[in-house]
């Protein structure tokens, strides 16, 4: 039984993942159908403490624990969903999806187009991904590419608490699958107002964060921040930066995109994953065919590189981007 959606009156200051927790606790109340479920999300609350509470709220049959076992998780998903359900799953750390790619690439995206509509599958499957405080190895992959090459899922990554509350909302509602990741390093150094009841935020839309004629730097998750520390350093140069958290990746908000390009005509694209083949390219790539006649300049990624990323030590903060390397990005598409 789905209960009426409770409107938003006020707002409260959290951080990210108290208004992830928050997002999940309200889906739970409203809708009997939604389940979680993961590694430790139970008994534990989760690695992060984001499921925190909800299986004392809840009970274990809506809230429960399972085995070590990444394509287990994933296919029990998939078979909840196409029974009506709508599953909430967490994959603990994103770089650890990679036993489930094949029940990602060959099942979760093609129910819709397997059924020709006849079913939809609704599962969310949350991660938290990206670098920034000094984990161990796979802890800190940022495979969103991957996932974003598979036909029939969306992804959605915010960087606000607001946003993360309002787009898992806007997930676990929605028809089809979707994959949340979550920047590690945003869940508790970032906090703001957040509004309260069941907010949500349209999934496909970006968000300016700010408005600048020089540059348009686009980036997602957690290069929001490292993007706005570089165009408050550019700023002072007297460049005007604008900057474009995509908060989600597919579907892309190119509208946003293609709009912010006509008027500054120079670009950075900003990611932590690797640089071959990544999501940046193909951000490139749509701005390439679709506003090459307002670049002044080639398009410039700053992104990770083309190595695992590094576990633990102090070379984190060469591989992971940064706002100096940023900075230098935007100064080299003003001096071309």
Do not use: W
Request: a negative charge.
């Amino acid at each position: 039984m789905t209960a009426t959606a409770t409107p938003p009156t006020g707002t409260r200051n959290m951080t990210m993942v108290a208004a992830i927790n928050d997002a999940l606790d309200i889906a739970l109340g409203a809708d009997d159908t939604v389940h979680i479920f993961g590694e430790d999300v139970g008994v534990m609350g989760g690695v992060f403490r984001a499921t925190d509470g909800l299986q004392a709220k809840y009970g274990e049959a809506r809230v429960f624990d399972t085995p070590l076992a990444e394509a287990g998780i994933v296919g029990m998903g998939i078979g909840m969903g196409l029974a009506g359900l709508k599953p909430v799953a967490e994959i603990q750390f994103a770089g650890f999806l990679y036993p489930a790619l094949d029940q990602i690439l060959s099942h979760l995206g093609r129910y819709r187009h397997r059924t020709r509509s006849r079913y939809h599958l609704p599962m969310v499957i949350r991660a938290p991904y990206g670098g920034g405080v000094h984990t161990p190895e796979q802890h800190a992959d940022s495979p969103e590419a991957i996932l974003a090459h598979t036909p029939g899922v969306k992804v959605v990554i915010p960087s606000t608490p607001a946003d993360a509350k309002g787009l898992l909302l806007s997930a676990i509602n929605d028809p089809d699958p979707v994959f949340f990741f979550e920047a590690i390093k945003l869940y508790r150094s970032t906090k703001a107002d957040v509004p309260v009841g069941d907010y949500r935020v349209p999934i496909g839309k970006a968000r300016l964060v700010t408005e600048g004629d020089d540059v348009t730097v686009i980036c997602y998750g957690g290069m929001v921040e490292v993007a706005e520390k570089a165009t408050a350093a550019a700023r002072q140069a007297g460049i005007g930066v604008e900057v474009i958290d995509l908060r989600t990746l597919v579907p892309m908000d190119t509208d946003t995109i293609l709009s912010s390009v006509a008027k500054t005509g120079r670009v950075v694209v900003v990611t932590e994953a690797p640089r071959t083949a990544g999501f940046h390219s193909e951000i490139a790539a749509v701005i390439a065919e679709e506003a090459i006649e307002h670049l002044r300049a080639p398009i410039v990624r700053v992104t990770g590189f083309d190595a695992p990323y590094p576990p633990f030590t102090a070379v984190e903060d060469v591989y992971r981007p940064n706002p100096v390397r940023v900075a230098k990005a935007i100064r080299q598409v003003m001096d071309y």
